[in-house]
């Protein structure tokens, strides 16, 4: 005797295909959402910044004049903060990724840690910033210069860096890092020659995406100070500066006032947009590239 | 004629099992009453056994029995696991291994392992091989050239990859890589080779390929072997120990253990009666 009645399954049959449709749709609907608001950005700032980008607006300096107007020290501003950020985060952040998972025991000390990490990625932008003033603007006193800038950055995209880290070790198969000790190896041995080349495709990609977050970080740089209107273009890490996002904050606050600040705005969006498209290129590449299949 | 005054030290009563197994050949690992736990369970229970010089020792159990914990603990790769609390004795000619003064890269050195997956570096089959003698500071191009084609010839694999040296290892068939890994730990010149079911990842061709250089490996090394494959065990062992629930319940020459087996348990073991 048959336990499923086939009438009843045919009978339902109707449905369950309906349902299955329906949802695609559905799913479809909520992927639409999204592209269409980020088309709408796009094609916006396209519309009204494209035609301000030209030879002058890429390498002049900042001026009251909306005609005249350039954004070369904003773009130097942000390079300087790379140059600050991109070695502090990286050596510091798999520094700290390597002890929480190959040296630290696992224990209540290790999940303690392991949990303020995850939750300081989650902390806002803007309480970065405020530590940022309190400990290096402030008690560090160096004011409001690249340096200052690039550190808070970092501390904010510390959490990022050490996440992806410690993701790309733990995805380092056991069985390679036994064969090495299983030949007489020391830690130190095996990650060097075994854990580092397996993990860095991985580490590096959650590097430049880091760093493509602090590239356009504003509410950080807004609390340490950065100042709206800087002349001189910053040419080290000890300088006043100001940087792309920044540009972008100051001009859109006072579009009210100048009407084309809102096309330098803009224009200045589609340079970041642009810098951060060909960031996260490259942690597609190198992912692609130099990612290791066992 | 001169007379010492040495004072003979009273031996230590040895177990029955120690007494049964005495014979020519030098001991290299000694174990007395070893117990293992992995958190709260005891995975190995008062095990006794001595694994001799130059001979084919096979260890044989079901799955879980601690046979692969006990081959992982002659060269304390299972002090990997984090949990893991080790009671007893082992010592490796005369030296006792369990003591923290006694570095694991040391012993790791005098004894290798090769494991139950082929388990190749993503690196060149010339790099895999040259890794120990690299960790161990040989940087001496001649010397690690004469090193790899040393240990390949030892594991039989040097007439198939010497033209291809500086490719990946992951080209190899399954067979191949296990014979790299075995070439890869005969590189570092240990006295002991530990294998843990390394052909059980393999097709039957490249098993009794792996099984033929076991036996020629024999006249060097002291192998100890962890298997699933009775018909292997008595292949190619000289001894094979019986292992169930983390017990040596019979341990004796191969011909004598698969013709003759003491305990019930063994018997039915080896006829298939269960595990």
């Known amino acids: ?294 | 004629m001169s007379i010492s005054f040495v004072t003979e030290t009273p031996k230590k009563e040895l177990p029955s099992i120690h007494e049964a197994n005495k014979q020519s050949n030098q001991v290299v690992f000694d174990t007395k009453q070893l117990n293992l736990w992995y958190g709260d369970t005891h995975a190995l229970k008062e095990v006794d056994l001595l694994i001799y010089e130059k001979e084919i020792t096979a260890i044989i159990g079901p799955s879980g029995c601690g046979k692969s914990t006990y081959l992982k603990t002659l060269n304390r790769m299972v002090e990997l696991v984090p949990t893991v609390k080790i009671s007893g004795n082992i010592t490796y000619k005369n030296k006792d291994i369990l003591d923290r003064s006694f570095k694991v890269e040391e012993l790791r050195t005098l004894v290798g392992m090769v494991f139950q997956k082929p388990n190749p570096f993503p690196k060149s089959i010339y790099d895999n091989v040259a890794y120990g003698a690299k960790i161990h500071g040989i940087r001496n191009k001649k010397i690690l050239d004469e090193i790899v084609e040393r240990s390949l010839k030892g594991a039989a694999l040097w007439d198939e990859v010497k033209d291809r040296l500086k490719e990946n290892a992951y080209g190899l068939s399954g067979g191949q890589q296990q014979r790299l890994c075995i070439a890869r730990t005969l590189a570092i010149e240990p006295d002991v080779i530990l294998m843990d079911e390394p052909t059980s990842a393999l097709d039957p061709i490249s098993t009794s390929k792996i099984e033929e250089l076991i036996q020629t490996l024999k006249k060097d090394y002291s192998i100890i072997i962890v298997t699933h494959n009775m018909q292997q065990a008595a292949r190619i062992s000289d001894r094979t120990a019986f292992f169930l629930n983390g017990e040596v319940v019979e341990y004796d020459k191969t011909e004598k253990l698969f013709s003759n087996p003491n305990d019930k348990r063994t018997e039915d073991y080896i006829t298939g009666r269960f595990g």
Do not use: C
């Open chain 1, 1 to 294: 005797m048959k336990l499923m009645d086939p009438s009843k399954m045919q009978a339902r049959m109707h449905r369950r295909i309906y349902q299955n449709n329906i949802l695609k749709y559905i799913f479809l609907l909520a992927t639409l959402f999204g592209l269409v608001v980020l088309a709408t950005l796009i094609i916006r700032v396209l519309n009204d910044g494209l035609g301000w980008i030209d030879f002058n607006f890429l390498t002049g300096r900042l001026s009251n004049d909306a005609e005249r107007a350039g954004i070369m020290g904003a773009i130097l501003g942000t390079f300087w903060l790379m140059v600050v950020v991109a070695p502090v985060t990286l050596i510091v952040g798999i520094g700290t990724a390597i002890f929480l998972e190959l040296y630290l025991k696992k224990g209540k000390a290790q999940s303690f840690i392991q949990t303020n990490i995850s939750n300081l990625a989650g902390v806002p932008s803007i309480v970065y910033g405020i530590l940022g003033l309190t400990i290096f603007v402030r008690l560090m006193d160096m004011g409001n210069i690249v340096l200052a800038g690039g550190l808070t950055l970092s501390l904010l995209v510390l959490p990022i860096i050490i996440v992806a880290a410690q993701e790309a070790i733990r995805a380092v198969p056991s069985f390679l890092t036994e064969a090495s000790y299983g030949m007489g190896a020391t830690k130190w041995q095996t990650i060097k020659n075994i854990i580092l080349p397996a993990a860095l495709p991985g580490m590096l990609t959650g590097a430049i995406l880091a760093l493509s977050r602090a590239i356009g970080e504003t509410a950080p740089l807004t609390v340490i100070g950065i100042p709206a209107l800087i002349i001189p273009f910053p040419s080290g890490i000890t300088d006043k500066f100001t940087a792309l996002p920044m540009q972008i904050y100051y001009w859109t606050l006072d579009s009210s006032l100048v009407a084309e600040y809102a096309n330098l705005a803009a224009a200045t969006i589609v340079v970041l947009l642009l810098l951060l498209f060909i960031l996260n290129s490259t942690a597609i590449f190198i992912r692609n590239k130099f990612q290791q299949r066992y």
